[in-house]
């Protein structure tokens, strides 16, 4: 686990996460579907060290990579 890393999630919203929370917003309600995944031990584990809210975390990484996947397929069309 790297001791030195400041989550970006305790920072002002990046201009990545704040087009999901737009996009979020045309979600219906802010669905979620339980689903299993599997993930590495220590990943894990260095998200839960941040304390409660880390599987909301590990959403929003996943969100704001899938959002600059968007972004760059629109720029090559």
Do not use: C
């Not at 989550?7 to 737009?22: G, I």
């Not at 996009?23 to 993930?39: D, F, H, Y």
């Not at 839960?48 to 760059?72: F, S």
Request: charge should be negative; hydrophobic fraction near 35%; charged fraction near 25%.
């Amino acid at each position: 686990m790297n001791k030195e890393y400041e989550p970006d999630w305790d920072h002002q919203p990046s201009l990545h996460s704040q087009m999901a929370a737009a996009e979020s917003k045309a979600t219906p309600s802010g669905a979620k579907q339980i689903v299993t995944i599997r993930l590495d031990v220590d990943m894990l584990d260095w998200f839960k060290a941040a304390g409660p809210g880390y599987q909301t975390r590990i959403n929003q990484v996943l969100r704001e990579h899938m959002d600059v996947q968007r972004a760059a397929e629109l720029e090559g069309n």
